[in-house]
């Protein structure tokens, strides 16, 4: 399966802009030979723009911008995974959406650690592990951001059965060492592919990092992205992750019967 990731927005701009700029890389993805387009979290509103504009601009998964979005993979002809910012009655999620080529929603996530002052003041975190899904003929599962960065929620998805973590996120300075290191250790780690889709440019107080990247279950790039606004692909083939997984077996050769503690004890 071939796979594009967005990095951007350079600029922050409203759903209705996002949304077209949503289908204008869709369709630039599809001409590229992508399966899948993945956008950066909160790609629908922008990330830090406060908690009264999140809690205006927020909307359930059946809302009227999901609903553009399943028109415009249908439309394109490719499957689209972004963030949006998701209402369920007086709460609101930082979330995540995978919808399927056909313009069916495959699966949603809301971000289960969050990080910072600017996570909490805006959102409630998710209280459940990401499910698995089938695309292109793999099986995925969505993460956002911090998540990936805690080595038990990966490790969730792969022991799920997972061969893809599709990961939305804000990356920003100074923290390039989760783009650079952390992100091709949990593929190695876990022997999956993992997508990671930043945000670039500017918007207070954040400088983004941009670097999003593509990895193999090897460790090994597929894609890099800069700093700035730009799509890049990557070719995900099945037989390079079955021969990853037979040269390291670590979901196989792991002790569960030595980890009973690792969920309860407490730094």
């Known amino acids: 399966m071939r796979i594009a990731c967005f990095q951007g927005p350079a600029r922050a701009d409203t759903p209705q802009g996002n949304l077209a700029l949503l289908a ?21 509103t922008g990330y830090a723009i406060g908690a009264e504009a999140v809690g205006r601009l927020a909307e359930p998964v059946g809302g ?45 996530y809301r971000k289960t650690h969050l990080f910072g002052d600017v996570d909490r003041a805006q959102f409630f975190a998710g209280d459940a592990a990401p499910g698995v899904f089938e695309i292109g003929g793999l099986k995925a599962g ?29 990356l920003m300075q100074p923290f390039d060492v989760v783009a650079r290191t952390i992100v091709p250790a949990r593929a190695y780690e876990n022997q999956m592919f993992v997508a990671y889709a930043n945000r670039c440019g500017r918007e207070a107080p954040f400088d983004y990092c941009g670097l999003s990247c593509v990895v193999g279950p090897d460790g090994s790039e597929l894609a890099r992205a800069g700093r700035g ?3 890049v692909f990557a070719d995900l083939d ?11 077996p670590y979901l196989r050769d792991r002790r569960p019967d030595l980890y009973g503690t690792l969920a309860s004890v407490q730094p």
């Open 24 to 44: 204008r890389t869709a369709g630039e993805a599809r001409a590229g030979g992508a399966e899948l387009l993945v956008a950066p979290e909160l790609f629908l």
């Open 64 to 108: 009227a911008s999901i609903g553009e979005a399943r028109r415009i993979a249908a439309e394109t002809g490719i499957a689209l995974v972004f963030g949006f910012p998701e209402r369920d009655g007086a709460q609101v999620y930082n979330a995540a959406v995978a919808i399927g080529a056909d313009g069916a929603v495959l699966a949603s």
């Open 142 to 170: 969505l993460l956002i951001c911090y998540d990936v960065e805690f080595p038990e929620a990966v490790r969730t998805l792969a022991l799920r059965g997972a061969d893809l973590a599709i990961v939305p996120t804000a």
């Open 229 to 231: 606004e730009e799509l």
């Open 238 to 248: 099945r037989a390079a992750l079955e021969r990853s997984r037979q040269l390291n």
